[in-house]
C-alpha cells in the first residue's frame, strides 16, 4: 500500500549529494523468535545491488554474476563448449552458460554447445540444461557424464560450498577437500585445453589444489570477482589448457 512500509522494514533515508539525491537503505528490525544473525543476513539482502540485479534479468541467485565476471575475462563459455556444472543448484551458472554457449541455438551460424547439471537434490528444469540429481563423487559418475555429452567436457565449473560449521578452518579445509574432489573429475572427463574453474576459501590450506593444478593446466589463476562479496574470504581458481 503505498505510504506505507513493510512489518519488520524500514526505510533510512540519506542524502550523499546535497541535490536532492537520496540513497535508499533498508533497515531490518529483529523480530520474535529471529536470530541476530538472520536479521543481518536479510537486511544485507535486501541491500545487495546484485540481488536485485539477478531479479531484474531472471537469474537464480547473484552468484550469476560471478561467473559472468570470469568469464568476461577468461572466455571459456564459448558457443559449441559443452559444459559441466558441479552442484549447480539453484542454477544461476547454468543459466549463465546455457546463454554463452548457445545451448538453445538462440544464435544463428554459431555451434550450438550443452551444459549438464548435477546436484544432490532435484531442481526446477532451466532452459537448454540438462539437469541430474547425482553425487558427483559417487563411482562411475564420470562415465555417467561423458555418456550425457556424448564425449567429453570442454569446462568443468564449480561454485559448491560445504554446509558451513561455523568454525572458520574447519570450512576452508572441506571446501577444499570439495574443490579437489571437483578436480578430480574434471581430469576424468575434461578435453585436452579444456577448462576448469572452482571456489575456494583463502586459508592456506589450498597450496596443494594450486600445486596439482599447476602440473595439469598450462595457467592457473585466483580470481576474486567483483560480484563476490567484500567481506568474504570465497576466491575462484581459473585452470586453463588442461594437459590431458
Excluded at 192 to 198: E, H, I, N, Q
Amino acid at each position: 500500500m503505498k505510504g506505507r512500509v513493510r512489518p519488520g522494514l524500514q526505510t533510512m533515508v540519506k542524502n550523499t549529494s546535497g541535490r536532492g539525491q537520496r540513497d535508499l537503505k533498508v533497515k531490518v528490525k529483529t523480530a520474535r523468535g529471529r536470530k541476530l544473525s538472520s536479521t543481518r543476513w536479510l537486511e544485507r539482502q535486501l541491500n545487495d545491488p546484485y540481488v536485485a540485479r539477478a531479479k531484474r534479468e531472471g537469474y537464480r541467485g547473484r552468484a550469476a554474476f560471478k561467473i559472468l565476471e570470469l568469464d568476461d575475462k577468461y572466455r571459456f563459455l564459448v558457443p559449441g563448449a559443452r559444459v559441466v556444472d558441479l552442484g549447480c543448484a539453484p542454477g544461476g551458472w547454468c543459466q549463465v552458460a546455457a546463454r554463452r554457449v548457445n545451448a538453445l541455438g538462440e544464435k544463428q551460424g554459431k555451434k550450438v554447445g550443452r551444459v549438464i547439471g548435477l546436484d544432490l537434490q532435484e531442481m526446477e528444469p532451466i532452459a537448454g540444461c540438462e539437469l541430474h540429481q547425482l553425487d558427483f563423487m559417487e563411482d562411475g559418475a564420470d562415465d555417467k557424464v561423458k555418456e550425457w555429452l556424448g564425449g567429453p567436457a570442454d569446462v568443468v565449473m564449480s561454485d559448491m560450498a560445504a554446509s558451513a560449521s561455523g568454525h572458520k578452518q574447519t570450512d576452508h579445509l572441506r571446501i577444499i577437500a570439495l574443490c579437489e574432489a571437483a578436480a578430480e573429475l574434471a581430469f576424468d572427463v575434461l578435453e585436452p585445453g579444456g577448462t576448469f574453474v572452482a571456489k575456494v576459501l583463502a586459508g592456506g590450506a589450498e597450496g596443494s589444489l594450486q600445486q596439482i593444478l599447476k602440473q595439469r593446466f598450462k595457467s592457473v589463476a585466483n580470481v576474486k570477482p567483483g560480484a563476490s562479496r567484500s567481506d568474504s574470504s570465497e576466491k575462484f581458481v581459473v585452470a586453463t589448457g588442461f594437459k590431458g
